[in-house]
């Protein structure tokens, strides 16, 4: 068999590993998702651009449009944790968020186990979606949140102890998010390179034709 067919090849060799595992997503999802990439990537790029105001200067700055991004910033990841708590037959908030329970950590270590061997075994990593991918889809966005909340409390304790804090911790989780871009972009584009449908299931109805 072409080892160029990583998925159809192992497709039947590696069992589910738990009664969720499914990869359809909503136009909902969707949609949240993309809202979310795009304040996210607005908030890294503008932040490596803007510039503290001198005062009195009331101009629309890279700074001011930084924090109002980041207040809608704030609704959407809202939005985005209440449709996971809503939404049925998708990824739920205990499989993003599998850390307090031990079977769900089951999974996430066999998962870890399986793409060790697959990686091992010269095949690309699995695709579907597997509790290891949802616990670090999970912990994205946990820092995203973070940076919303952190950046909305600077905002509304202006020159308080706790804005103080709140910014400084923001700095922080900016590596943090920072790093789940790279590395989260980074493998959804070597799964699409090694035949995944993967962009087609996140961001259009249509599924990649079969190679
Ligand atoms: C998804 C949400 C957000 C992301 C990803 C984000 C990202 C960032 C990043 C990467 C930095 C640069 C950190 C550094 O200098 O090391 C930054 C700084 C900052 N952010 Fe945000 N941010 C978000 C939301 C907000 C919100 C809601 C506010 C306020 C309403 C805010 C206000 C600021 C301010 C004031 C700074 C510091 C600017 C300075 O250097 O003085 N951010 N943010
Ligand atoms: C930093 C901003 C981002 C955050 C917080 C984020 C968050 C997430 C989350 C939580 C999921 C899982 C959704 C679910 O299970 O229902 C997901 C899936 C996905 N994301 Fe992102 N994402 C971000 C940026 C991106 C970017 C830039 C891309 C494209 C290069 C991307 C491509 C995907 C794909 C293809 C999936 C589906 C993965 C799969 O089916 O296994 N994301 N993302």
Known sequence: MDTNFPYQETAQAT?????????????ATRIVHLLL???????????????????????LSLYLIHQY????????VAAFWIWTLVRRGETSVARLVPWFSLRRLR???????MQAKRVSRGHGPDDNDGALASSVHGLGLL??????????IWFFTHGTPAAHLAMSAH???ANLV???LFAHAGLAVLHWLLGSDIFSRMFWPARRAAR
């Open 15 to 27: 069992p589910p590993l738990s009664d969720e595992r499914q990869v359809a997503r909503s136009a």
């Open 37 to 59: 990439l795009l304040v996210v990537l607005n908030q890294l790029a503008g932040s490596q651009f803007m510039e503290r105001p001198e005062p009195g200067d009331e101009s």
């Open 69 to 76: 991004a980041g207040l809608a910033g704030f609704v959407v």
């Open 107 to 113: 999974d996430v270590g066999a998962d870890l186990a």
């Open 143 to 152: 820092a995203v949140t973070a940076m919303a909340a952190t950046g909305s």
């Open 171 to 173: 700095k922080v989780i």
């Open 178 to 180: 920072w790093a789940y």
